[in-house]
């Protein structure tokens, strides 16, 4: 039996590919395009096998759709700006670039190992001056047309990394990527304007029908719009210079008669500038400053607060005061900075009246609930109801309440009925060398001046040194002075560089045109390929680089670089590859190669013997040391194996388990499939023989088979669902491996069945592929090959399952052709020795034909 020679075969087909730049693409307005693309890897190494599965589901689909008819686009390339790099340099005193550069060389050879079907031509590299230029560009652009602005703000700073942090970089309070708790400071910085979006960019999800539902959803709640009302209290007797208002937002503008106090932020005006005279009020403000700035730390914090001494005078009823307290749950950059507490109606609320002992009145009361006796105890009451205890709003439903408060506060003018949206701008600048240079220069006289187009790129200058910590642009000799574009007089350059997410904003655009040294891209090309029909990537970019993405189409849509909105019209977020984990007695972590696995499953250590314990089942990473190389796994067992695993046990989007059966078993499926193609029982037809006049019964139920697998595989790679594609092709291998080649008809079924399984397993396996066609004798690759349609006249099922009751219970269920008639349906029935033992001495008096479901048996 021949052995499937992996390692030739793929560098065989890998090597033919590159010849005939199978994967280069153009336009081609004659046929429809398809654009599917992974998430570009960071060039952070090495890629272990786990790195591996959202390239080879793009693949399948690539594959897949260019059979189908498609022309299609798959590109790759490299998010290379960024932390690690800077990292790299600080430890081990390699240049950012040359540590990358290399990373990207190792890192591409790995992907050329799998086979993937890259239009290599392509390649980009977001660190290189001839991609970051084209984002200078825009980035003056988006100037020019009020998409960006700078502003001295509060930020996110990261003690460790000694940078900036965007919002969504914070994590419960920490950074995102040092793990550091984030500080606040205070600097200049460049924004730009994603919430000119935020109604199209929530109202949009609507059309991504091809988006997890769950990403959706997360979006929309990142966005997090809130329809309310924005309103001011006069300050009772406001102490001198001091603010005489407070301007609250609230979405529950119905609750408004039962407020029992007034809440503003540690950093509202009034609290700073009551802090100044009032100890007690300084310390609770400095206590609120060292808590979490994030949303989650304030939700989990125990709510508290402070009396200012100062009460406002009630909107709606001059007779009553609400004390203003400065809490610590009120954060001074949404809405307006202040609240109204409502105790009954907020749980927030509710817990700080508790423990501050202020009043708690129901004005919603629920259906069936009586107003003079509702009362709320621990847990506020948010649902809905009617509304009591409030003057002009008494009687009215929650909605009717709000829009009345509303047009009430409109009228006294008061306040008015506005949004909120928990989305912030986005800030963009970074304190780090290993980003693309903001174009723009400090000059003493003319402030900030935009480097001139013609100027650009501004590139990075290399000679720099990582010896002080900060950012080295800051500390370079000569770079950061330069003369004002406008007046020539000396200025400075800016030194803050981008956030590495405006890379990966727009690089879906640069491999539509990735090789244009003028433009960023031509649009008549990008409007060709846009959008990306299929995406696929981690979850865990389901809000930050999805959401720019979404934002920075629309920007440069403004800008006329393109007439696209959505960047992705189908995403798919796919699960981990995770595998067992190891440690020895010592506790330390152990490569699998380290461990020994025993009869009896006893694992030890295979240097020293000793004892190891098996841990939990987790996502292959490094730092588990639970990793499996590609390298290893593609010299032992080839990429199509590899592949084959990654693709077969889950669906795409739930974790995969990598084990040592399971790369067997995947094994030995690829060389059963190869013998069954190559050393067929018996002599194969010609290819293209007409189909014979007659089948053995054997060999039609064969072909059938192999239909509804064309028809079952095809819809399953439509939906990406490749985990059935592999379980429907192995059912068919096996159908297939039962025909003994003697029947009539058989060896031309046995040829049709080859080529289904060659031409359907090619996305997954496609050197595999490639090589049993050539030995069919076909030439060609089979991508080139159109995709198999399946005869609708053989697909349909040929046998059911048709269940037999007797006086109305089940006692048999029988195969039996579909449509059979009556009468035969009835004997079969009959005939069966359960069926008999059920009606026994009986007469059968009765019986009911449901065609192709039942026989009712009645007997007595
Ligand atoms: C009074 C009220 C009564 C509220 C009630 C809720 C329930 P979303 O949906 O997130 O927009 N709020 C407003 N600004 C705030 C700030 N800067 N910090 C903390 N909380 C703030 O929530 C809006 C609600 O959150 C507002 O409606 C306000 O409390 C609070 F029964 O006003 B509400
Ligand atoms: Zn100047």
Not at 311 to 319: C, Q
Not at 417 to 440: A, K
Not at 533 to 548: F, K, M, P, S, T
Not at 777 to 789: A, H, L, R, Y
Request: include cysteine; hydrophobic fraction near 40%.
């Amino acid at each position: 039996m021949a052995r499937y020679n992996a390692r030739e075969t793929e560098a065989k087909w890998q090597a033919a590919w590159h010849e005939a730049r199978t994967f280069e693409v153009t336009e081609d307005t004659s046929r429809p395009k398809y654009y599917v693309m992974e998430m570009f890897p960071y060039p952070s190494g090495r890629l272990h096998i786990g790195h591996l599965r959202n390239y080879t589901l793009g693949d399948v689909v690539a594959r897949f759709r260019r059979s189908q008819g498609f022309n299609v686009l798959h590109p790759i390339g490299w998010d290379a700006f960024g932390l690690p790099a800077e990292n790299a340099a600080i430890q081990n005193k390699v240049h950012p670039a040359k540590w990358t550069y290399e990373n990207i060389a190792t890192m591409g050879s790995q992907l050329k190992l799998m086979g993937l079907s890259y239009d290599w031509s392509r390649e980009i590299a977001t660190c290189s001056p001839d991609y970051y230029r084209h984002e200078q560009k825009m980035f003056l652009d988006f100037l020019k047309a009020g998409l960006v602005y700078r502003k001295t703000s509060m930020v996110n700073w990261d003690p460790v990394e000694q940078t900036v942090l965007a919002n969504e970089q914070v994590i419960d309070g920490r950074g995102w990527r040092s793990g550091a708790p984030v500080e606040k400071r205070e600097l200049a910085q460049w924004f730009l304007k994603i919430t000119a979006f935020a109604d199209e960019l929530i109202d949009d999800l609507t059309q991504l029908e091809r988006w997890p539902e769950r990403v959706r959803l997360m979006q929309e709640n990142w966005i997090g719009r809130s329809e309310g009302l924005e309103f001011t209290f006069d300050v009772v007797d406001a102490p001198e210079g001091l603010p005489k208002t407070i301007d609250v937002f609230t979405t529950r503008p119905d609750t408004l008669f039962g407020a029992a106090f007034c809440a503003i932020s540690a950093d509202h005006p009034i609290a700073r500038g009551l802090s100044a005279t009032d100890a007690g009020l300084a310390a609770f403000r400095a206590e609120c400053a060292a808590m979490g700035t994030s949303e989650a730390a304030i939700e989990q914090a125990e709510k508290k607060g402070y009396f200012t001494g100062l009460y406002v005078n009630h909107p709606f009823d001059a007779s009553r005061k609400l004390p203003v307290w400065a809490a610590n749950f009120v954060l001074m950059d949404y809405g307006t900075g202040a609240i109204f507490g409502c105790p009954a109606h907020d749980q927030r609320d509710l817990d700080f009246a508790r423990k501050y002992d202020l009043p708690v009145v129901p004005v919603v009361v629920p259906e069936g609930s009586d107003a003079a006796s509702f009362t709320v105890a621990t847990e506020a009451y948010v649902g809905p109801g009617k509304l009591a205890n409030s003057e002009f709003l008494n009687g009215l439903g929650v909605d009717e309440g709000k829009r009345a408060a509303i047009a009430r506060m409109e009228e006294m003018n008061r306040g008015k009925g506005t949004i909120n949206y928990r989305l912030r701008d986005w800030g963009v600048s970074r304190q780090r060398y290993w980003g693309c240079p903001i174009p723009v220069v400090h000059c003493p006289d003319c402030g900030i001046v935009p480097v001139p187009e013609d100027q650009l790129p501004i590139e990075l200058p290399d000679n720099v040194s990582f010896d002080k910590p900060g950012n080295p642009l800051e500390h370079h000799a000569s770079w950061k002075h330069t003369n004002c574009p406008t007046c020539g007089k000396a200025a400075t350059r800016e030194t803050d560089t981008f956030d590495t997410f405006m890379e990966s904003s727009w690089y879906f655009l640069r491999y539509t045109d990735a090789s244009n040294d003028k433009l960023a891209f031509d649009k008549a090309k990008a409007e060709y390929w846009m959008p990306v029909d299929q995406y696929i990537g981690g979850i865990e970019h389901a809000v930050l680089h999805l959401l720019y993405s979404r934002f920075f189409t629309r920007a440069l849509r403004a800008c006329g670089y393109v007439d696209a909105t959505e960047p992705f019209a189908g995403l798919l977020t796919q699960g981990m590859v995770v595998h067992e984990t190891y440690k020895d007695s010592a506790g330390q972590w152990l490569y699998p190669e380290e461990v020994q696995h025993g009869d009896g499953g006893a694992l030890t250590k295979i240097a020293d013997g000793s004892a190891v314990t098996r841990g939990r089942i987790e996502k292959m990473s490094k730092s588990k040391k639970n990793v499996i190389g590609l390298e290893e796994v593609v010299t032992s067992y080839g990429a199509d194996t590899a592949r084959l695993l990654l693709l077969s046990d889950s669906p795409p989007d739930r974790d995969l388990e990598w084990s040592d059966s399971g790369i067997e078993g995947s094994w030995r499926y690829v060389n059963r499939l190869f013998r069954l193609v190559t050393e067929p029982v018996v002599v194969l037809p010609a290819a293209g023989t007409p189909v014979p006049a007659e089948l053995s019964p054997a060999a039609a139920k064969a072909r059938a088979a192999i239909h509804r697998t064309i028809a079952a595989v095809t819809q399953q790679f439509d939906q990406i669902q490749c985990n059935k594609a592999v379980a429907a092709l192995r059912e068919l291998t096996n159908q297939l491996s039962e025909l003994d080649g003697s029947g009539v008809g058989e060896a031309w079924v046995l040829r049709e069945g080859a080529e289904a399984l060659i031409k359907l397993s090619a996305p997954m396996m496609p050197h595999l592929a490639d090589e049993m066609w050539q030995a069919l004798g076909n030439s060609g690759f089979v991508v080139d090959v159109p995709w198999p349609v399946a005869d609708a006249a053989l697909t349909v099922e040929d046998s059911v399952t048709i269940a037999v009751q007797v006086n109305g219970k089940l006692r048999a269920t029988l195969e039996m052709a579909r449509d059979i008639a009556r009468e035969d349906a009835e004997k079969a029935a009959l005939a069966e020795p359960l069926v008999q033992r059920a009606i026994g001495e009986g007469t059968v008096r009765k019986v009911i034909v449901v065609p192709n479901k039942i026989v009712n048996i009645v007997a007595n």
